[in-house]
């Protein structure tokens, strides 16, 4: 054993052009870095009602409209959270499934012994409301319909208003995966009718990983409150309540105070720029890298009329080592893009999102895959 200092370590800085995270603004940084606050300091408290009433406004959750606020932990655990607290063993669940992140709610939904409808598309397509409202009139008594807004294995949006506009008068919940949506297209809870959404810090909202805010409507708040105690503590959205919203506070875990300056500042910017001009900044960023990708003759994923903004799915052409341009782009220019998670077919994964939501940055992105392509890696030499 030998007592030499151990150094400490150090991070280059990269453009987080992938699924996320994203990069964040110096302001947000900053944040991150306050003075810690105790969970029960009073002056937290102010904050955290302050913070909530932010989420619901960047949610589109009407005042009054059941409960919004921000867990502690990354996107997964609003999931989990909401499904551990809307089903019980047995309750029939409804399920969209076009890409990873729809397979892990049903991952999830098993795991709480919930008899799961999955109702598929093909990757790059959106799971059609036909469908899921054809599952839901074969099973009237489910308890939950689930579709992920915005699928960032694909790159695919889901007409989530719609699916609300004719589930309306209906007493199956909606639940929609926001985590990529959130901060980057229109999502109005309220108006659509969505009873239970969940979403995450990293992405379109442009603040480090560690947050994923929820909201509730009011029928499913009634909902929970009549029901036993979910098979979960940390995430039980009645004790985060209990303590986010309630006054006095009772103490239910030590909130990380960083990441709520952080989330506070982030969707301070959120705010101020304005929902609309950042959906717009998002649509321009996005329709510009991919046009650019059509013009090299790239293959996108995603369905056209379905395509998100904020996440590009472009397809790696044939004999293209699609890892090995990733690797290129990350080593020699400092660009992380992603590529397909299990089970998709060979891509890339562009991202262009919150603070990186720019043409400036596409041209970067751009500039560096043009640089990697001109001498791309293929399969058979790697
Ligand atoms: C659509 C979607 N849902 C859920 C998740 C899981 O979020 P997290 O990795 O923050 O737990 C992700 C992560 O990328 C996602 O893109």
Redesign the pocket.
């Known amino acids: 054993m030998t007592n030499s200092p151990i150094e400490a370590i150090n991070v280059e800085p990269r453009l987080l052009c992938g699924?996320?995270p994203a990069n964040i603004s110096p302001d947000v940084l900053a944040a991150l870095s306050k003075p810690l606050l105790g969970h029960l300091d009073p002056d937290m408290f102010e904050i955290l009602t302050e913070l909530a009433a932010m989420t619901a406004r960047v949610y589109q959750r009407d005042e009054g409209d059941g409960v919004t606020l921000p867990i502690s932990a990354?996107?997964?655990?609003g999931?989990e959270a909401g499904i551990a607290a809307l089903v019980e063993p047995g309750s029939t669940v409804i399920i969209g499934v076009n890409g990873y992140?729809g397979r892990?709610l049903v991952e999830i939904a098993n795991r709480y012994h919930a008899n799961v409808v999955e109702v598929e598309a093909d990757w790059g397509q959106a799971v059609t409301n036909e469908a899921l409202l054809e599952a839901l009139a074969a099973n009237p008594d489910a308890r939950l319909m689930a579709v992920?807004h915005?699928?960032?294995?694909s790159g695919v949006r889901h007409d989530l208003a719609e699916l609300g506009e004719a589930m309306k008068d209906n007493d199956t919940f909606l639940m929609a995966?926001c985590?990529?949506a959130l901060g980057g297209i229109e999502v109005a809870l309220s108006a659509w009718g969505v009873d239970y959404a969940y979403s995450?810090s990293?992405?379109c909202l442009a603040m480090s990983?560690g947050m994923?805010p929820i909201s509730i409507s009011q029928r499913a708040v009634d909902f929970m409150r009549s029901q036993p105690k979910p098979n979960t503590f940390y995430l039980d959205p009645q004790l985060l309540e209990a303590y986010w919203l309630t006054r006095p506070p009772a103490y239910h875990h030590t909130l990380p105070s960083p990441l709520v300056f952080g989330l506070h500042e982030a969707l301070r910017e959120v705010l101020n720029e304005g929902l609309e001009a950042r959906w717009a900044r998002h649509a321009e960023a996005g329709a510009y890298l991919q046009a650019a990708m059509a013009e090299r003759n790239m293959e996108l994923l995603a369905d056209p009329a379905h395509q998100l903004p904020q996440l590009t799915a472009v397809l790696v052409p044939e004999g293209i080592d699609g890892a090995g341009v990733q690797k290129q782009m990350l080593r020699e220019h400092g660009i992380e893009i992603g590529g397909g998670l299990p089970g998709a077919p060979a891509m890339w994964r562009f991202g262009l999102m919150g603070y990186n939501a720019n043409t400036a940055t596409a041209d970067k992105v751009l500039a560096a895959f043009d640089a990697v392509m001109a001498d791309a890696p293929t399969l058979a030499a790697a």
């Open positions: 699924p996320g990354t996107g997964t655990s999931m992140f892990r992920v915005a699928e960032t294995s995966d985590v990529t995450c990293q992405k990983p994923s």
